[in-house]
Every structure is written in C-alpha cells, then in structure tokens.
C-alpha cells in the first residue's frame, strides 16, 4: 500500500486530527507573548489549530462512513 492511499485511512486522519486538538488546547498554556499583536496571533494560531481538528476529525468520520456503505470496494481519491 502507497502512502497516498494510506493517508486516507481514517485511523490516521483521526490521530493527526488528535494531534491537532491536543495543541490548540496546550498552545495558549505554553506561550504568553507580551505585546497585543503577539496575543491576537497566538489566540488566531489556537483556533486554526481546532479548527483543523475539527474538519479533519469530521472528514475522518465520513469517509469511515463512505467507506462502509460502499463495503470498501472504492478508496477516495486519485
């Protein structure tokens, strides 16, 4: 199995999303800028970190789902 093909696993979509959600939650703990501007990137680098956990998490699911109902006969993507 390539590693294109592999990257569609939700098993792996759903640790990476994990991951993500694990450092957006830690990020704002870990660093604390001093300056205002400093504070709005730190707060926008947080909540981009989520919301990729998000959307990965619920690409995850679905394509679980997708994958199911066709009895994993197809695998997205190219």
Known sequence: MNFRKRLYESKILMSVATMGMIAGIVWPYL???????????????CGML????????????WMKSWQRRSDGKHAPGP
């Open 50 to 61: 989520l919301g990729f956990s998000i959307t990965v998490n619920l690409g995850a699911a």
């Open 31 to 45: 660093f604390h800028p001093a300056t205002q501007l400093g504070k709005d990137l730190s707060h926008a680098w």
